[in-house]
Every structure is written in structure tokens, then in C-alpha cells.
């Protein structure tokens, strides 16, 4: 992929062990794990009326340089939105570059 695509930036982020309290319990969060550049398109968005309330969502399909390390447990933040990888990561051409499908609520910032 050439690097003149690669225009946005995108930070992969993870659900991890960042402290303990004092009685030795994991305190969890999502921790920033690489900050990488991505080619974002947007796909189709949709709106849905449940409990008398409209949600919406934002989906994104981004490209990345390929790594090895991301998952589906890994959430993207973008533009200060985060980000819920609703697939496995998809490997395009021969490791060179990872497919990912995403997907925002529209009522969070």
C-alpha cells in the first residue's frame, strides 16, 4: 500500500491491567497500544428507534499497515471517537495491509 493513502491517524487501544488497588484487586482501562496511520472510508451508518429513543451508529472500514497484534478485543479511537472492531481484522495481499471494521454509537462525543 502506498503511503500517500495512509492520511489519518489512529490510535489502537486495549483493555488492560493499569494498577492495583490496596486490596490487590486489577484496576482495568483501556490503555493506548500504537498510534498508526490508517486509510478510513466510511461505510453505510444507520438509525434505529428503540424505547422511545433514535440510536445511531457510524461505521468505518480502516486500513492499516498489517500487524500481527490486533484483535477483536481492541477498540480504534479516531478523531476522538471511539471505536468497537465488530470483525477479525482481515489480512489483504500477503501481510500487507489489515482491513478492519468498526463501528461508533452516534450519541457518544
Not at 493499569?18 to 497500544?33: A, F, Q, S, Y
Not at 434505529?48 to 497484534?69: L, W, Y
Not at 479511537?77 to 477479525?88: K, S, T
Amino acid at each position: 500500500m502506498r503511503a500517500g493513502k495512509l492520511d489519518r491517524r489512529l490510535t489502537i487501544r486495549r483493555f488492560a491491567e493499569i494498577g492495583r488497588t490496596p486490596l490487590n484487586e486489577p484496576i482495568l482501562d483501556w490503555v493506548d497500544v500504537a498510534e498508526v496511520w490508517a486509510q478510513q472510508r466510511p461505510d453505510r451508518g444507520s438509525e434505529r428507534f428503540a424505547a422511545a429513543q433514535i440510536n445511531g451508529t457510524a461505521v468505518m472500514t480502516f486500513h492499516i499497515r498489517h500487524r500481527s497484534d490486533v484483535t477483536i478485543k481492541d477498540r480504534l479511537q479516531y478523531e476522538g471517537r471511539d471505536y468497537e472492531i465488530v470483525a477479525p481484522p482481515r489480512e489483504v495481499g500477503r501481510r500487507v495491509v489489515l482491513e478492519i471494521d468498526a463501528i461508533a454509537r452516534a450519541d457518544e462525543p
